[in-house]
């Protein structure tokens, strides 16, 4: 199994920025995606970004391209999600998850393809 503990996230002001930290613990030599998803209330939750973890090009949503980064130092089975420029739309929970499915040894963005989950992130963006 594969355990995921998030850290960051808060409330800031619209222009401010954001860290989301999530670490991998258990049986990460068996993911090959990372990925960032957040769901607003009375939303769906949606893709933010996603990240091969053999390296690879990330991938994001078009609402947050340019914003927002995603990273990872496998040294430490830990992915990060820098969010700038933050806007109060960005106001959800944010989730991330990890997968094994590569396509073409890219990410996707569907949540379907990810199996494990950390519990989760407050981010409130005010304006």
């Known amino acids: 199994q594969v355990q995921l503990v998030e850290s960051g996230g808060g409330s800031v002001q619209a222009g401010g920025s954001l860290r989301l930290s999530c670490a991998g613990y258990?049986?990460?030599?068996?993911?090959?995606?990372m990925g960032w998803f957040r769901q607003a209330p009375g939303k769906e939750r949606e893709g933010v970004a996603t990240?091969?973890?053999?390296?690879?090009?990330?991938l994001y949503a078009d609402s947050v391209k340019g914003r927002f980064t995603i990273s990872q130092d496998n040294a430490k089975n830990t992915v990060y999600l820098q969010m700038n420029n933050l806007k109060p739309e960005d106001t959800a929970m944010y989730y991330c998850?990890?997968?094994?499915?590569?396509?073409?040894?890219?990410?996707?963005?569907?949540?379907?393809?990810?199996?494990?989950w950390g519990q989760g992130n407050q981010v409130t963006v005010s304006s």
């Open positions: 990240i091969p973890t053999g390296g690879g090009s990330p």
């Open positions: 258990g049986y990460t030599y068996i993911i090959n995606c």
């Open positions: 998850a990890a997968g094994t499915l590569l396509y073409g040894g890219r990410c996707q963005r569907e949540e379907g393809d990810f199996a494990y």
